[in-house]
């Protein structure tokens, strides 16, 4: 079984516990986290109701970079779609996301919000990790952001199925919103073994990704997990991925590499990593082996 730890982000003194997680499971959560519950249940709403759009409409969500956009049902994962946003930090790619999609002012106004409230958030919580590191201050605020907007389409046919594949995110770190009553979210532990994660109400899950094992020099470990159906419920979750440095490699900063801990991953553009991921099919961090030092 996966003890998910829980991390109070108002509390002070919570390295250890932080950085201890980051290294296994690789996930935890976060509560007084300062998003207002009222603004998740509007950006759920919101969601929900873009993806009741036409499939010629939906599709104008095009890919920045590789796979950013909308990305329909596929032989792999059938039940699953998704719209992205890059970059989620841009207040005016917010506004292109809502433009192509027509999306009314009401949920502009919510996708807008909401993106102003996760941003920050995602950025702290990486100089959190940073800091559990010993490094003092990193910034990760002008880090290019993505937002992923699930929609599983369950049905009684499907319970027992694979909703979305075993992965690892490519970027940095996720702050999940998952959907508050249907489950299916499962992690793998330690021993290769796969545990379900029930949602936690006022909590946020955050899962480490490629980025985060490649740029800590493999101290930080890049989660693995997947989606089953359980139930024949729409189910709907909202990602927030923090990807990697804007213009530079991403590369392990000096204090954590040493002679007993040699650099592990020669340093590397996401982009690249994020075409290599494609190209290779390899889409649970085993992508990371091929830019070994
Ligand atoms: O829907 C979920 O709970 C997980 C989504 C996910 O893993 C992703 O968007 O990368
Ligand atoms: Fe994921």
Same mark, same amino acid.
């Given at each position: 079984?996966?003890?998910?730890?829980?991390?109070?982000?108002?509390?002070?003194?919570?390295?250890?516990?932080?950085?201890?997680?980051?290294?296994?499971?690789?996930?935890?959560?976060?509560?007084?986290?300062?998003?207002?519950?009222?603004?998740?249940?509007?950006?759920?709403?919101?969601?929900?109701?873009?993806?009741?759009?036409?499939?010629?409409?939906?599709?104008?969500?095009?890919?920045?970079?590789?796979?950013?956009?909308?990305?329909?049902?596929?032989?792999?994962?059938?039940?699953?779609?998704?719209?992205?946003?890059?970059?989620?930090?841009?207040?005016?790619?917010?506004?292109?996301?809502?433009?192509?999609?027509?999306?009314?002012?009401?949920?502009?106004?919510?996708?807008?919000?909401?993106?102003?409230?996760?941003?920050?958030?995602?950025?702290?919580?990486?100089?959190?990790?940073?800091?559990?590191?010993?490094?003092?201050?990193?910034?990760?605020?002008?880090?290019?952001?993505?937002?992923?907007?699930?929609?599983?389409?369950?049905?009684?046919?499907?319970?027992?199925?694979?909703?979305?594949?075993?992965?690892?995110?490519?970027?940095?770190?996720?702050?999940?919103?998952?959907?508050?009553?249907?489950?299916?979210?499962?992690?793998?532990?330690?021993?290769?073994?796969?545990?379900?994660?029930?949602?936690?109400?006022?909590?946020?899950?955050?899962?480490?990704?490629?980025?985060?094992?490649?740029?800590?020099?493999?101290?930080?470990?890049?989660?693995?997990? &997947?989606? #089953?159906?359980?139930?024949?419920?729409? @189910?709907?979750?909202? =990602? +927030?991925? /923090? %990807? $990697?440095?804007?213009?530079?490699?991403?590369?392990?900063?000096?204090?954590?590499?040493?002679?007993?801990?040699?650099?592990?991953?020669?340093?590397?553009?996401?982009?690249?990593? &994020?075409? #290599?991921?494609?190209?290779?099919?390899? @889409?649970?961090?085993? =992508? +990371?082996? /091929? %830019? $070994?030092?």
């Amino acid at each position: 079984m996966v003890v998910i730890p829980v991390v109070d982000l108002a509390a002070e003194g919570r390295g250890q516990l932080l950085l201890d997680a980051c290294r296994q499971p690789g996930c935890f959560r976060v509560v007084n986290h300062g998003i207002p519950a009222a603004l998740q249940a509007e950006m759920k709403a919101a969601v929900r109701s873009l993806f009741e759009l036409p499939d010629d409409v939906k599709l104008r969500n095009d890919h920045v970079i590789a796979g950013s956009g909308y990305v329909g049902p596929t032989i792999v994962n059938p039940l699953y779609e998704a719209f992205g946003l890059y970059d989620a930090a841009s207040p005016a790619d917010v506004d292109a996301f809502c433009s192509c999609l027509d999306a009314p002012p009401h949920l502009r106004e919510t996708i807008r919000l909401y993106a102003s409230h996760l941003h920050p958030l995602v950025a702290n919580i990486a100089s959190k990790i940073a800091e559990s590191l010993g490094l003092v201050g990193c910034s990760f605020s002008d880090w290019p952001c993505q937002f992923r907007m699930n929609r599983y389409n369950f049905a009684p046919e499907t319970v027992g199925s694979s909703g979305v594949q075993i992965h690892t995110d490519s970027g940095f770190l996720t702050v999940l919103q998952e959907d508050e009553s249907v489950g299916g979210l499962e992690v793998m532990d330690a021993n290769g073994t796969f545990a379900a994660v029930d949602p936690l109400p006022g909590s946020l899950l955050v899962n480490l990704g490629d980025v985060a094992k490649a740029w800590s020099n493999g101290m930080l470990h890049n989660v693995k997990h &997947r989606v #089953l159906c359980k139930e024949a419920a729409t @189910r709907i979750s909202i =990602a +927030l991925f /923090l %990807l $990697a440095p804007k213009d530079g490699k991403v590369e392990a900063p000096a204090e954590l590499v040493g002679s007993k801990i040699p650099r592990l991953y020669r340093s590397f553009y996401y982009e690249d990593y &994020r075409k #290599l991921r494609f190209s290779s099919g390899l @889409r649970a961090g085993e =992508a +990371l082996s /091929l %830019l $070994a030092a």
